[in-house]
């Protein structure tokens, strides 16, 4: 069992970049390069386990697109020449991690609901391109609602031709479970529909947060309906080609959220993999608070 515990902060700055921050990140095996398309802090979800903490308003409002691009190539520069390994950030950071694994589009909300995603998208994979960076992947973490938008099509499209995964969320098998840890309006059926339209296209990775709120682990009815929402999405087509079971590792805005026991995590992986026939990783949590 891979078993995963650095890398406990994702801060999103760097010699004072607005956008484009170096991690560290447990599930890349490596060093990603973070693009916050939300530095406003605004999404379509609250999600009860983000560590934004949204009750505060942010100093930046939107992506100053052209200072992202400058941010961008600065950044692909230090991490071409290998110079990034040898700030004080990463200089101790070991052999086997020191490799840039992808370019990934998250940040402080959901980076789909940006206006000219696909546009960013395609200028982002020229830059990447232009540093003779073609392996190296470029991974959107999302949570699927806006897929059925066309300009976020084209986006996922110009991914698919640029090394691109899509990290897509799902966090839950019922509509109720689904409304209390996500805290959002739209319907969980969106969710689950987009989900599959993107699988049709192409194969995608499914990234599920679980842990305890007020004490309390997700009941086994809950994991049961999740696993059932996967082997939904790969009889009607759809190709997941990983799922990643995860808990929380940074402190949540919320104080109410603790994360689940490495065996809780084992477990709930051990069901994806008996009951879909899907391959599943963890990665565990942390109590250091």
Not at 274 to 281: K, M, N, P, S, V
Request: glycine residues 6%; contains cysteine.
């Amino acid at each position: 069992m891979t078993t995963h515990r650095l890398h406990t902060q994702h801060q999103r700055n760097f010699d004072g970049n607005r956008f484009v921050y170096p991690v560290l990140s447990r599930r890349s095996k490596g060093l990603s390069i973070g693009v916050n398309l939300n530095p406003d802090k605004i999404c379509n979800f609250d999600c009860i386990y983000c560590q934004v903490d949204r009750r505060t308003e942010s100093e930046v409002r939107f992506v100053e697109s052209e200072r992202y691009f400058a941010e961008l190539e600065e950044m692909l520069d230090l991490c071409a020449s290998g110079q990034i390994f040898q700030t004080g950030k990463f200089a101790e950071t070991p052999d086997h991690l020191r490799r840039v694994n992808d370019i990934a589009f998250s940040g402080d909300g959901e980076p789909t609901t940006y206006k000219n995603f696909d546009e960013l998208i395609e200028r982002s994979a020229e830059i990447k391109r232009r540093h003779g960076l073609d392996d190296v992947k470029m991974v959107l973490i999302t949570n699927a609602t806006m897929f059925h938008r066309p300009h976020v099509q084209r986006g996922l499209e110009i991914l698919d031709a640029n090394q691109g995964e899509i990290w897509a969320k799902l966090d839950a098998g019922t509509e109720p479970y689904y409304r209390t840890i996500e805290r959002t309006k739209i319907p969980f059926q969106r969710v689950l529909d987009n989900l599959l339209l993107a699988a049709q296209a192409r194969p995608i990775v499914i990234q599920s947060m679980f842990l305890k709120l007020l004490g309390q682990s997700p009941s086994a009815e809950e994991i049961t309906a999740y696993c059932s929402r996967l082997s939904e999405v790969r009889s009607r087509g759809g190709k997941i080609k990983l799922v990643q079971v995860y808990t929380v590792a940074r402190k949540p805005a919320e104080s109410i959220v603790a994360p689940l026991a490495d065996d809780e995590v084992d477990a709930i992986a051990q069901q994806v993999r008996d009951q879909t026939g899907l391959a599943a990783e963890v990665y565990y949590g942390s109590s250091d608070y």
